[in-house]
């Protein structure tokens, strides 16, 4: 019997292999990078601080939904934050919102899907928003205790 020689796989080789993958991921990466820049300009601190103010329950819900629909770079969330409860947004809508803003994304979803397979984008993003009210929810009583 003939022993099977497995092909080694080169540094070379595992380079171009992850260049063309990350090439093919190219145009949906600029596509999601270009859409979360579009909402960024177009939907302001202010408009989004006219939605908040309505409760614990609702401000969470509200949090996580903006936050979902407006993903993007943490760092950006934080300036909006900063904005928003300089307006006197609440700190469970502020949380829901930097929570969702980096974990959920809905803009993101289509090329998740694609990398990822329908089903594991699918739970990920449904245990994803349920623990985002949960940790918001948590770390404002949290930072009430301290």
Do not use: R
Not at 49 to 60: A, E, N, R, V
Not at 138 to 143: D, H, I
């Amino acid at each position: 019997m003939k022993d099977k020689i497995k092909k080694q796989i080169t540094p070379k080789i595992a380079f171009k292999k992850a260049l063309n993958n990350f090439l093919s991921m190219t145009p949906m990466l600029l596509g999601v990078i270009g859409f979360v820049a579009v909402l960024q300009t177009y939907v302001t601190p202010d408009m989004l601080s006219h939605l908040f103010g309505y409760g614990t329950t609702t401000d969470i819900f509200t949090g996580t939904f903006i936050g979902a629909i407006s993903s993007g770079n943490p760092a950006v969330s934080y300036i909006i934050s900063d904005q928003l409860l300089n307006q006197g947004v609440t700190l469970y809508a502020l949380a829901a919102f930097i929570l969702a803003w980096v974990t959920l994304g809905i803009v993101q979803l289509p090329a998740e899907a694609s990398v990822f397979g329908l089903k594991f984008t699918f739970y990920k993003n449904i245990l994803t928003l349920f623990a985002t009210m949960l940790v918001a929810y948590f770390t404002v009583l949290t930072l009430q205790v301290l």
